[in-house]
């Protein structure tokens, strides 16, 4: 079992930048791999970006790649989202994922763990 709470999510304006952070406790012993995902109101919840447990391979969504980086620190069990450039549509709450086997990267269905979302709000 493990859990991850999201932090980092605010109100800023179009072109600006966030970083959010995920931390994990419980079994963090298991290489998992994880990634974000984000989900806006009224809509499905989307692949945003992900990183295997070493960090080497990584993917990003189409709609943030060269605007947001994922990375992580597994010595202190934590996962990040640098977001820059931001845009309005970037806004929804975001949600770190942890998944325990090899398995896809890119839908929710993928990921076995979950934090409780984080919203960030960006202006126009």
């Known amino acids: 079992q493990v859990q991850l709470v999201e932090s980092g999510g605010g109100l800023v304006q179009a072109g600006g930048s966030l970083r959010l952070s995920c931390a994990a406790s419980?079994?963090?012993?298991?290489?998992?791999?994880m990634g974000w995902f984000r989900q806006a109101p009224g809509k499905e919840r989307e692949f945003v970006a992900f990183?295997?447990?070493?960090?080497?391979?990584?993917d990003y969504a189409d709609s943030v790649k060269g605007r947001f980086t994922i990375s992580r620190d597994n010595a202190k069990n934590t996962l990040y989202l640098q977001m820059n450039s931001l845009k309005p549509e970037d806004t929804a709450v975001y949600y770190c994922?942890?998944?325990?086997?090899?398995?896809?990267?890119?839908?929710?269905?993928?990921?076995?763990?979950w934090g409780q979302g984080t919203q960030v709000t960006v202006s126009s």
């Open positions: 994922a942890a998944r325990t086997g090899p398995s896809g990267r890119s839908s929710p269905h993928d990921y076995d763990y």
């Open positions: 990183i295997a447990w070493g960090g080497a391979a990584t």
């Open positions: 419980g079994r963090t012993s298991n290489r998992y791999a």
